[in-house]
């Protein structure tokens, strides 16, 4: 494996766990606004 794909496979492997933070964290904070709104 090359410096090139050691990057790439770097990379794919930040966005996703961002997108998988970003998925946690919106899902959290629609959960405390329900909570608040009382619905």
Do not use: H, P, V
Request: net charge positive; charged share 20%; hydrophobic share 30%.
């Amino acid at each position: 494996m090359n410096k090139t794909d050691y990057e790439a496979i770097k990379t794919k492997q930040q966005s996703m766990w961002a997108s998988g933070n970003y998925s946690r964290i919106s899902t959290a904070l629609t959960f405390n606004q329900q909570a608040e709104s009382g619905i």
